[in-house]
């Protein structure tokens, strides 16, 4: 009788486990700086009627995508708000922003909106835990390099921080990705490009003032910066994980890739309360 009552017990869990599903919210935000709406993706826990505050995980597309890319490419990921009872917001961060505030075209200045202007329209209209070490940021490719740059630069607002095939070095890359439409040419603007990308960002660290997961394939072309970046937190002794395995540029990648950042952002989030 008692394995009967446990087993139907675990029968139940399990029928309560499947039949959450998250919720995913397509919102319209506005962006003074920019002076345009812009939308975004927010995922929330079946059981968020039910709850009084919730972490968040900003979740950044990478270049030439938008808002909905994880949710198109990576169908299923969305599990995890169920999972770790958290809240996954997918900024729009333009074509080929960067995530940067470009000083040259007032149409992109996705690092006052994802940072700022979103943050606070999140937490004004979800039911969210309002301190950075409830705030988590990670992405891909573009992405990738958006969360670390908006992470270092805005450290009051993120706790912890991740990447997955990150262009986290963008000076050996000077004519790809529209990056000359957002910076002007690296020939002719130096400073610009070695003051916005991220591996020149790191003396604004200490060590555990940013939580940090940063990950990429060995086939990356992105492989070799990522591994740079990895020598350079080793050199400045801030704590960090860092992961690689075989694997591309590509969405199987990151699909995987995703799964071990929230579960550390999840990690981090319960050692924080």
């Not at 003032?209 to 080793?234: M, P, R, W």
Request: charged share 20%; with cysteine.
């Amino acid at each position: 009788m008692r394995i009967l009552r446990n087993t139907l017990l675990a029968f139940l869990l399990f029928l309560n486990l499947i039949s959450r599903a998250a919720v995913v919210d397509t919102v319209v935000t506005y962006s003074a700086v920019m002076k345009k709406n812009i939308k975004a993706a927010v995922i929330i826990p079946d059981n968020y009627k039910s709850q009084k505050a919730l972490p968040v995980v900003y979740l950044l597309h990478g270049y030439s995508d938008n808002y909905a890319g994880w949710l198109t490419k990576a169908k299923g990921f969305e599990k995890a708000a169920d999972q770790y009872n958290m809240i996954i917001v997918c900024p729009d961060g333009g074509f080929s922003s960067w995530y940067w505030d470009s000083p040259i075209d007032p149409n992109y200045q996705y690092e006052t909106y994802v940072s700022t202007e979103l943050v606070k329209w999140i937490d004004d209209n979800y039911k969210t835990i309002k301190d950075r070490k409830a705030r988590g940021i990670t992405g891909l490719s573009m992405g990738g390099h958006g969360a670390l740059y908006l992470a270092l630069k805005h450290q009051d607002v993120f706790g912890t921080a991740g990447s997955m095939s990150g262009g986290v070095d963008i000076r050996p890359f000077p004519n790809n990705w529209d990056m000359v439409k957002r910076l002007g040419k690296y020939a002719e603007q130096p400073e610009r490009w070695e003051k916005n990308t991220v591996i020149n960002l790191l003396h604004l660290l200490t060590p555990n003032s940013l939580a940090l997961i940063i990950d990429c394939g060995t086939e990356d072309f992105f492989y070799e910066v990522n591994e740079n970046l990895h020598k350079q937190l080793l050199y400045r002794n801030i704590p960090h994980d860092y992961l690689t395995r075989p694997g591309g540029h590509n969405w199987p990648y990151w699909y995987n890739a995703v799964q071990y950042q929230l579960l550390f952002m999840n990690n981090y989030f319960t050692k924080a309360k």
